[in-house]
């Protein structure tokens, strides 16, 4: 199982970028997916999460800019950025919670993400 983040780079403040991030590999659904952020000296954050059926959580820091989506049939999380600002650099990790099997049983298994480089200068 592997998940391949995407859409990172350097943009201004008042900028967008879309990030991606799609589930590949042998699983049996998708729970939870997220995407969290790190920034240089500091703890990694959760930035917005959205479950199976849609409810959608967005960190204080980002509620009104950022906006998390997913698409079922590409097993693919989204995340839109809108009005970046310069806090908001740092790198982002995708994080899905997927069912696997393991030694014949049913499991719920977290993964990351490689993590993609975000940032806005000001």
């Known amino acids: 199982v592997q998940l391949q983040a995407s859409g990172g780079g350097l943009v201004q403040a008042g900028g967008s970028l879309r990030l991606s991030c799609a589930a590949s590999g042998t699983f049996f659904g998708i729970n939870n997916m997220g995407w969290y952020r790190q920034a240089p000296g500091n703890e990694r954050e959760l930035v917005a999460n959205?479950?199976?059926?849609?409810?959608?959580n967005y960190a204080d820091s980002v509620k009104g800019r950022f906006t998390i989506s997913r698409d079922y049939a590409k097993n693919t999380v989204y995340l839109q950025m809108d009005n970046l600002k310069p806090e908001d650099t740092g790198v982002y990790y995708c994080?899905?919670?997927?069912?696997?099997?393991?030694?014949?049983?049913?499991?719920?298994?977290?993964?990351w993400g490689q993590g993609t480089q975000v940032t806005v200068s000001s």
């Open positions: 994080n899905a919670l997927l069912k696997v099997l393991k030694l014949g049983k049913f499991i719920d298994n977290t993964y």
């Open positions: 959205i479950t199976r059926i849609a409810n959608t």
